[in-house]
């Protein structure tokens, strides 16, 4: 079990070893992500990387976040951005040509008090919203974040795409994470993706975080937008800096 998350309600033990708990298994490894936005991205490349090494033969692969928890609601630069979510996929080993074609992951620590949380605060009083300080909220460089997430999503999929050899234009459809509008459509517009093959929620719930890529992905199979043989590009940027992207044959 690998979760991709920055709001477990423990430093440890780890969200996914909750899960584990709530599931009644055990025996095998859990054990979470830290990669802000992008944790669900770095999670599903963990799992293939492990699966393809012969490890495990089925991965439960989780991306949870609840930011409202993190958010100084003084604060509208912030505050009106994030929204609290989950979303799960089961990685599973079988013969032929699906599955993860290509993935890739970076950072960049020199830029991390673009977008940070010095630390959780108060999150389980009735009145911790109160109570926060807003030294221990969200802290974002808004401009600076917004060139270096279009830069580098744009990057990071022409990567991942040239590794598998896949040409960008055979992409059935782009599933990016769910940060900002204007960021998804200049990477789509950057990449030559139409809108028709971008799929977005952003306005139903804002930025979730490590969950808004799973929750894109379920929202695009149940309104038939992914079908059996297309070619789906996962990207995502966060907090870190770290951004990745798969690419995946349904």
């Given amino acids: 079990i690998i979760v991709g998350t920055v709001s477990s309600e423990y430093a440890f033990p780890s969200l996914a070893c909750q899960i584990q708990k709530g599931l009644s298994i055990s025996s095998m490894p859990a054990f979470d992500v830290a990669a802000a936005c992008s944790g669900f991205v770095y999670a599903v490349q963990v799992a293939d990387a492990q699966m393809r090494a012969g490890d495990f033969k089925r991965v439960l692969v989780v991306g949870a976040d609840a930011l ?9 630069r912030t505050s009106v951005l994030f ?3 989950a979303g799960a996929c089961v990685m599973v080993t079988e013969a032929g040509n699906r599955g993860v074609l290509s993935s890739l992951l970076r950072s960049a620590g020199e ?3 673009l977008l940070s949380v010095r630390a959780t605060g108060t999150r389980s009083t009735i009145d911790s919203e109160v109570r926060r300080c807003a030294d221990d909220a969200i802290q974002m460089k808004g401009p600076e974040l917004f060139k270096i997430a279009v830069k580098r999503m744009e990057e ?8 598998a050899g896949v040409k960008l234009e055979e992409i059935d459809l782009f599933v990016p994470h769910q940060a900002n509008m204007r960021i ?5 517009e950057r990449l030559g993706m139409p809108p028709e ?3 977005t929620n952003i306005d139903r719930y804002g930025n ?10 379920d929202e695009a199979l149940e309104q038939g937008r992914i079908h ?10 966060g907090g870190g800096l770290t951004w990745g992207a798969n690419l995946i044959r349904w």
């Avoid at 990071?156 to 590794?163: D, F, G, N, T, Y």
Wanted: glycine share 6%; hydrophobic share 50%.
């Fill in 228 to 237: 059996d043989g297309n070619i789906v590009m996962l990207n995502a940027c």
């Fill in 111 to 113: 830029h991390w008090n």
């Fill in 83 to 85: 929204g609290d979510g």
């Fill in 184 to 188: 998804i459509s200049a990477v789509a």
């Fill in 68 to 76: 409202s928890t993190m958010v100084d609601w003084c604060d509208r």
């Fill in 197 to 199: 093959k971008v799929f």
């Fill in 156 to 163: 990071i999929s022409r990567l991942v795409a040239e590794r």
């Fill in 208 to 217: 979730t975080s490590a969950a808004s890529v799973p929750i894109a992905l």
